[in-house]
């Protein structure tokens, strides 16, 4: 059964960081790329950050440069994402999911969602 499970989202204050994990299941893992995408309340999923099935290349949305950072580790089926100097306009639902690029950094390019674990950035 495919499965992409996320996991390390919580509250921290502007400045802080977290790393959120998206473990997978039930594919080939290393044969896709994976995004990391977000949602805010009232707003659109945007992209976040995507990785090359290999993990040799990345891509990141201009609000997220210099500050996130992912990775993936395909002999656990995991993809990383390292928040640091978090922003209170980070806020919001963080979903991992499978695709067949990296560049295409958009949700519509992807599929296979995971449930999603919240992000909330507030003093």
Known sequence: ????????GGLVQPGGSLRLSCSASG???D????????QAPGKEREGVSCI???????????????????????????????MNSLKPEDTGIYYCARGATHIRCRPSEFSSWGQGTQVTVSS
């Open 1 to 8: 059964q495919l499965q992409l499970v996320e996991s390390g």
């Open 31 to 38: 044969y896709y790329a994976i995004g990391w995408f977000r």
């Open 52 to 82: 090359s099935s290999g993990g040799g290349r990345t891509n990141y949305a201009d609000s997220v440069k210099g500050r996130f950072t992912i990775s993936r580790d395909n002999g656990k089926n995991t993809v990383y994402l390292q």
């Open 27 to 29: 594919f080939s893992f």
